[in-house]
């Protein structure tokens, strides 16, 4: 998922994000994987200039440190973006339809 198609610009009209702590991010990636009946192999977070995620074909799944200052909306996408790539590793229609389904269905993991 590119940052620039995707990046929440910060404005004076903005709801500011409060920072979330990694660990309580994690919690939130693995509740996510459980709603999805995905199972990755790592959940990593770092430094990345050009997108929010990635998926690797080993299971591992890594995020923007930026993802901590984003609001619930922003993380909610990459997140379900990058743990749908464990079922379809393109971006190909099934992804594109499963990605919507899901984000139409629920604001939340607990909801769904």
Same mark, same amino acid.
């Not at 903005?14 to 995905?38: C, N, Q, R, Y």
């Not at 199972?39 to 799944?61: D, N, Y």
């Given at each position: 998922?590119?940052?620039? /198609?995707?990046?929440?610009?910060? !404005? *004076?009209?903005?709801?500011?994000?409060? &920072?979330? $702590?990694?660990?309580? #991010?994690? *919690?939130?990636?693995?509740?996510? *994987?459980? *709603?999805?009946?995905?199972?990755?192999?790592?959940?990593?977070?770092?430094?990345?200039?050009?997108?929010?995620?990635?998926?690797?074909?080993?299971?591992?799944? !890594? #995020?923007? =440190?930026?993802?901590?200052?984003?609001?619930?909306?922003?993380?909610?996408?990459?997140?379900? $973006?990058? =743990?749908? +790539? =464990?079922?379809?590793?393109? +971006?190909?229609?099934? #992804?594109? /339809?499963?990605?919507?389904? !899901? =984000?139409?269905?629920?604001?939340? &993991?607990?909801?769904?």
């Amino acid at each position: 998922m590119r940052p620039s /198609a995707r990046r929440h610009e910060v !404005t *004076a009209e903005s709801p500011m994000a409060i &920072p979330m $702590h990694s660990d309580d #991010f994690k *919690a939130e990636v693995s509740t996510w *994987a459980i *709603a999805l009946g995905v199972t990755p192999t790592e959940i990593c977070l770092a430094p990345m200039r050009r997108k929010w995620g990635s998926c690797s074909t080993r299971g591992r799944v !890594t #995020f923007s =440190l930026d993802l901590l200052l984003q609001p619930d909306q922003v993380r909610r996408e990459a997140i379900v $973006h990058e =743990l749908i +790539h =464990l079922r379809v590793p393109n +971006h190909g229609p099934l #992804f594109r /339809a499963l990605l919507a389904a !899901t =984000l139409r269905s629920t604001s939340s &993991p607990q909801e769904g």
